[in-house]
């Protein structure tokens, strides 16, 4: 299977100047073979927890539907983020459409302290089914704990699928720490990140794929906006700028 990381810069709070975005970059990734491609932390709104609220969507929301109509017809699962409304507030979300099937919707369980004031955990994992795979969602901050990756191996999960909003000093906290938890857990590590200005910092970029034994296989740069392919078949990677 070929699993497609994307790397963009959102626009702040522009949900549909941004679905604008990811409808191309989906065309794009099917072009290229993926069979599901991961954007960034809250990509459909930006990472913007102030402005969080006011854009959260629910999961019957008619934004989901041209991801919805492209994943059918192309055969291709569509991980995307956005700000999500629950029964106790808002959560970070990443809604994973999926072809000929309902969505599947993850929250973030566990939030970084600044995200307190915005945002609420989600309270469920999740192990999904893609191209002979079993994939487990992580959203940026949980994904720094080795529980989180521990949990999902024992679920069955043999990719990590990770969807963050890092900058420089995170990132480079991350490629330290993501080998470990391929090498530990016996999964490829796909992430993906987010470039431009995000909140009150810079997206780093270097979205980056490992594989089972926590080898870089490849690697985006620092400021442009790309895609990542990971052929989880071969263990290689190849690189692409996104068309237009």
């Known amino acids: 299977m070929k699993l497609c990381a994307a790397q963009l810069a959102s626009l702040k709070g522009d949900l549909q100047g941004n679905l604008q975005r990811h409808?191309?970059?989906v065309r794009q990734a099917a072009a290229l073979g993926a069979g599901l491609v991961v954007f960034p932390e809250l990509s459909l709104s930006g990472y913007e927890p102030s402005l969080a609220r006011g854009l959260a969507v629910d999961s019957t929301?008619?934004?989901?539907?041209?991801?919805?109509?492209?994943?059918?017809?192309?055969?291709?699962?569509?991980s995307v983020g956005l700000p999500l409304l629950a029964a106790q507030g808002v959560q970070i979300g990443m809604p994973i459409l999926r072809p000929g099937l309902a969505p599947l919707l993850y929250a973030k369980q566990r939030l970084h302290g600044d995200e307190l004031c915005w945002f609420v955990p989600g309270d469920q994992p999740l192990v999904f089914e893609a191209g002979g795979h079993h994939l487990a969602?992580?959203?940026c901050y949980e994904s720094m704990f080795s529980s989180h990756a521990e949990q999902a191996r024992a679920l069955g999960a043999d990719v990590y699928l990770v969807s963050v909003a890092k900058t420089a000093q995170g990132i480079e906290e991350g490629y330290a720490h993501y080998p470990e938890m391929a090498r530990r857990f016996d999964?490829?590590?796909i992430m993906a990140n987010c470039v431009g200005p995000a909140d009150t910092f810079i997206g780093a970029g270097q979205s980056a794929a490992w594989d089972r034994q926590g080898r870089l296989l490849g690697a985006l740069g620092a400021s442009e906006e790309g895609l990542l392919v990971l052929d989880t078949q071969r263990q290689s990677t190849t690189s692409f700028a996104i068309a237009g």
């Not at 929301?61 to 569509?78: C, E, G, K, R, T």
């Open 61 to 78: 929301s008619s934004l989901l539907a041209p991801l919805q109509a492209l994943s059918d017809a192309l055969a291709i699962v569509i």
């Open 23 to 25: 409808l191309q970059v």
């Open 137 to 139: 969602p992580a959203i």
């Open 187 to 189: 999964m490829p590590v």
